[in-house]
């Protein structure tokens, strides 16, 4: 009857959470109810009547607010007014106060107005929309299909300003006193809606002073000041014992947080002899490739269709074959999780240790991670603001109402939809993986080739054959962004496939396999003849250059092949892994040449060290900055490499600060809680970078 009953409760807690995950967050970003609660009729016509006789306030508010968006042609169908203009509108009358409201309408662009006929006009053709429909419809995909990369999975209308809906809609801005309604305020201010029959649904508006400080907020600035004080003293500790005060014992508890020290260790390269050189270049330039692909998710350009036309294009392979590099990170992973520990441990070890091997994990990743939750629900609200800034504020939303499924990394599973830290579903599948690495590293560790590679080959094996009976039977599409597919089949591919750990495993199996090869020829010379180091690169380089090109006929608009859908989503992710596995493999053992040397620059091992704080970090402010914009920008291949360079400075900077002063106190201290504290102190040295990355791979 006991277990009966442990069980019912476990369910009863189980249906709990899940109910909850349907909330919105207790305390929005932005409290749209104050705009609300400031209506006030009788109190907006006297603003009104004083705005009429004042030439200059009256002004104010028509030039703040609505106009035509230009380049419609082009697909721009927004005009953002003067945001803070409209909320710089400020007037201390007599008994009240008059203050400017920002407000988004949408207007359908297909309406018939009541206007008059001016005389001698003769009729005027209807304007034809049919033919620009489809490339209104063409940008609206890949945008939603950009904004996917970054875990934005909602179809939310507020966050598709060029949504095509059953016609084609204006966005335009108004600016309106605070106290009245956009109804009564265009009426007033411009014309009589009711007369032309003008018609319009209001999207959102905006008050002055509307993101209210929450507790998110005040736990943000406390923890951060107080990590700043510590981090002040803990140097300044550290320097006077270091340099003026030399007979002092130093005592490191004492410079955990130090800045000159943790700034040694950070920038101390110093790696071992068995070091995988050329797994820091990969590692970096696949964040720079991340990066680059998310940069694509500004979806606010001027020239819409302009930006469809060229990302759909040849020209444009390498950016829409992105998606791709997050399965470089999987290959990874599995190569480091297998290259660490072989020859280190046994299969009996392992088990003894298993709460290490998962606490390392664990904690290594937690205090960026943490970090990151704490400043998307709360600063990366308050560092900016503008019209777009709706866009920003759903994701400091998400952080506040489901910031314990991402520390718990369930979020693919529990909340896919409203993610906190969208990007990190990798995170959540990555670690997924290494909690159930131990099933196969058991038998890779036992000691026995023979048991390794028939552990290896049947898991990889029965993934494959699981993940493609299954992506057949789903029919899922092959892309982010398919032209031929509704929105009911685009949520599937997302949420049960794109989130899924067990169609996105292959890669990280891969990666095992590749480790498991590497570390049999640890430290021995590898011999090969040339005419098999020529067929190795003619079929690694065939089956990556496949994978990038195959990404451009997905994106036509006359793709329609279910069959090659279901194979592409099966096979495409492990290929990638072969052909990366068997680069690292030439570089590793002297057949990759001037590429080795490449992957092996010094340049690349600092944006390797901070690639897991750059992942996490960067795609809350990239939304920060693009969500400030008061006006679309006008796109081209240019533009966004300069905005890609902006980008990257500003995550290169932010993960440094976050790394040196919370990263790099917290894996020391979790080192010593791990492993004990040693008993005599030795000089900052950094560890071979494989080792030390198998607990952070981004």
């Known amino acids: 009857m006991v277990p009966k009953l442990k069980y019912l409760f476990i369910l009863v807690i189980i249906q709990t959470v899940n109910s909850n995950l349907i909330w919105d967050a207790t305390y929005p970003a932005i409290d749209q109810s104050l705009h609300e609660e400031a209506i006030d009729p009788v109190l907006c016509e006297e603003h009104i009547n004083y705005a009429i006789t004042d030439s200059f306030l009256r002004l104010q508010f028509i030039d703040s607010g609505i106009r035509t968006p230009k380049g419609i042609l082009d697909g721009n169908t927004v005009d953002l007014g003067n945001y803070h203009q409209c909320l710089g509108i400020n007037r201390q009358l007599e008994d009240s106060e008059l203050q400017?409201?920002?407000?988004?309408?949408?207007?359908?662009?297909?309406?018939?107005?009541?206007?008059?006929?001016?005389?001698?006009?003769?009729?005027?053709?209807?304007?034809?929309?049919?033919?620009?429909?489809?490339?209104?419809?063409?940008?609206?995909?890949?945008?939603v299909g950009a904004r996917r990369l970054g875990g934005i999975f909602n179809n939310d209308t507020r966050l598709a300003p060029q949504s095509p809906l059953a016609s084609i809609n204006l966005r335009v801005a108004v600016c309106v006193p605070k106290t009245c309604s956009t109804k009564q305020a265009i009426d007033s201010l411009l014309f009589n809606i009711s007369a032309f029959g003008f018609e319009y649904t209001e999207e959102f508006c905006r008050v002055p002073n509307d993101k209210p400080w929450v507790a998110a907020d005040y736990v943000a600035v406390v923890l951060l000041s107080l990590i700043g004080v510590l981090s002040l003293i803990s140097t300044v500790y550290d320097v006077l014992v270091q340099f003026v005060l030399k007979n002092v014992v130093r005592k490191p508890i004492y410079a955990l947080f130090s800045i000159y020290t943790n700034g040694q260790r950070l920038m101390n390269f110093t790696t071992g002899s068995d070091a995988l050189h050329c797994v820091d270049g990969i590692r970096a330039l696949a964040m720079i490739w991340v990066l680059i692909g998310h940069t694509t998710t500004e979806n606010f350009w001027a020239n819409p269709l302009t930006g469809s036309q060229w990302i759909a294009s040849p020209e444009a392979l390498w950016l829409s074959a992105a998606h791709i590099t997050v399965d470089t990170f999987f290959t990874l992973s599995g190569l480091l999780v297998v290259y660490t520990t072989a020859g280190k441990l046994s299969g009996k070890k392992l088990l003894q240790n298993l709460h290490l091997f998962y606490l390392n994990r664990l904690l290594r990743m937690?205090?960026?991670?943490?970090?990151?939750?704490?400043?998307?629900?709360?600063?990366?609200?308050?560092?900016?603001?503008?019209?777009?800034?709706?866009?920003?504020?759903?994701?400091?939303?998400?952080?506040?109402?489901?910031?314990?499924?991402?520390?718990?990394?369930?979020?693919?599973?529990?909340?896919p939809e409203r993610v906190c830290i969208g990007q990190t579903w990798y995170l959540a599948i990555d670690v997924q993986l290494h909690i159930l690495s131990p099933l196969v590293l058991f038998w890779v560790l036992s000691g026995s080739k023979k048991l390794a590679w028939l552990a290896l080959a049947i898991t990889f094996v029965l993934q494959l054959s699981a993940a493609t009976v299954y992506n057949f039977l789903m029919e899922f599409p092959s892309s982010l962004i398919s032209p031929n597919r509704g929105p009911d089949e685009m949520s599937n591919y997302m949420f049960k496939y794109y989130v899924n750990t067990l169609t996105r495993a292959s890669p990280y199996l891969v990666g095992m396999i590749i480790g498991y090869v590497l570390s049999l020829y640890r430290g021995t010379k590898v011999r090969l003849s040339m005419g098999l180091v020529i067929f190795n690169y003619a079929w690694a380089t065939a089956l990556l250059s496949f994978v990038i090109y195959s990404s451009y006929p997905i994106l036509q608009p006359s793709w329609d092949n279910q069959p090659l859908d279901s194979l592409y989503n099966s096979f495409i992710r492990p290929a990638w892994a072969l052909g990366l596995g068997w680069l690292i493999f030439a570089c590793v053992h002297g057949y990759a040449g001037p590429i080795n040397w490449l992957l092996s620059l010094r340049i690349w091992k600092l944006p390797a060290r901070l690639s897991y704080a750059m992942?996490?970090?960067h795609f809350g402010l990239m939304i920060a900055v693009n969500s400030s914009a008061i006006t679309p920008p006008f796109f081209s291949p240019e533009g966004l490499l300069f905005k890609f360079l902006g980008h990257f400075g500003l995550v290169f900077i932010v993960a440094f600060v976050v790394v040196l002063f919370i990263e790099a106190p917290c894996t020391i201290l979790f080192k010593k809680l791990l492993n004990g504290v040693p008993k005599k102190e030795k000089k900052p040295a950094v560890e071979p970078e494989a080792a030390k990355e198998t607990g952070k791979e981004v």
């Open 100 to 143: 400017g409201k920002y407000c988004l309408i949408r207007v359908p662009l297909n309406q018939t107005l009541n206007i008059p006929q001016l005389p001698g006009l003769t009729d005027i053709h209807e304007f034809e929309i049919n033919e620009i429909k489809a490339g209104f419809q063409r940008a609206h995909e890949i945008n």
């Open 366 to 415: 937690f205090p960026v991670l943490a970090t990151g939750v704490l400043l998307e629900a709360s600063l990366f609200n308050r560092v900016s603001d503008g019209p777009y800034w709706l866009w920003m504020s759903d994701l400091v939303d998400r952080c506040r109402a489901f910031w314990w499924s991402t520390l718990l990394h369930m979020q693919n599973y529990m909340n």
């Open 615 to 617: 992942y996490i970090l």
